[in-house]
């Protein structure tokens, strides 16, 4: 864990932007909250926040009414 902690926070912005979009491509049910996307992605809890809030502003994702994160129509 501590590998992929070093390799996460290591990663530019644009390939951890695009990694993630990846993952949300690969599972279209995939409904995460700001923690569980932290904990999955091995991301400080500011870095995670700051990518999902770009992948909303970018209207790839939306903010459901419970606060989790999901693929926009």
Do not use: K
Request: proline share 4%.
């Amino acid at each position: 864990m501590a590998t992929q902690v070093r390799a996460s926070l290591q990663e530019s912005p644009g390939r951890l932007l695009e990694r993630i979009r990846g993952e949300f491509l690969e599972m279209p049910g995939l409904r995460l909250t700001s923690a569980q996307a932290c904990r999955l992605w091995a991301l400080e809890p500011r870095q995670c926040d700051d990518v999902l809030r770009s992948l909303v502003d970018g209207h790839f994702l939306r903010r459901t009414s419970d606060g989790s994160f999901v693929r926009a129509a």
